[in-house]
């Protein structure tokens, strides 16, 4: 089975995606934290020790995973939004990977005017950054797959949360986030897509 390339392994969504995938299919993680980077070697994944603002440990990271390879971006920070993951992307066209799944969350891009005033004013910077790298995928040569969750949380899946291409505010657990990764990438019926993931059945402010 070809390999997944995750950028953001170490923690959230990412990490979540490596215990349902590493022992089925080849991982290759870039990470720049060392505790992280033990511990998904311990789960069987290659490890890349190095940051994902660095074209150099970007570019190792592409070429080990190989041009076959699926990529998935869980990154997030003040740098990650944008920067990082256009990096990625295009680092992934340099070395030939066709595939690339981006998870950024509800309020990015056209759904940018269905957050709330609230929202926008607590992490609308983050979110325009997300929508920055959003329209970098979009308009580059890869077949591309953009995830906006809603509010993460954590938790055991509740497998209650549906993929929605309308408006969607909610909340939404990292397994299941994960979970709908996976079946996404499997399936191959997201590429050129976008998905809003909610759970309805978790109580939450409304973003």
């Known amino acids: ?29 870039l990470i720049r934290n060392p505790e992280q980077a033990a511990v998904l070697r311990e789960q069987g994944v290659t490890v890349i020790e190095g940051d994902a603002l ?8 592409c070429q080990m995973a190989g041009p076959d390879a699926q990529i998935v971006s869980t990154l997030g920070g003040k740098l990650a939004d944008y920067t990082a993951n256009r990096l990625i992307i295009d680092t992934a066209e340099q070395a030939s990977i066709r595939q690339m799944l981006l ?6 891009g056209d759904s940018w005017p269905t957050l709330s005033a609230r929202a926008k004013q607590a992490f609308g910077q983050a979110v325009r950054e997300k929508s920055l790298a959003e329209s970098w995928l979009q308009t580059s040569s890869l077949e591309g797959c953009i995830l906006r969750p809603g509010g993460l949380m954590n938790g055991e899946a509740t497998g209650k949360a549906h993929l929605i291409q309308t408006e969607a505010h909610g909340r939404v657990r990292r397994s299941d986030a994960a979970l709908h990764i996976q079946q996404l990438l499997a399936s191959g019926d997201g590429w050129g897509k976008v998905f809003a993931l909610c759970d309805s059945t978790l109580e939450g402010e409304r973003f």
Do not use: W, Y
């Open 103 to 108: 998870v950024t969350s509800i309020g990015c």
């Open 1 to 29: 089975m070809n390999t997944l390339l995750i950028f953001g392994a170490g923690s959230g969504v990412g990490a979540e995606l490596v215990k349902l995938t590493a022992q089925d299919r080849p991982v290759v993680a």
């Open 54 to 61: 660095n074209s150099a440990d970007v570019l190792q990271a």
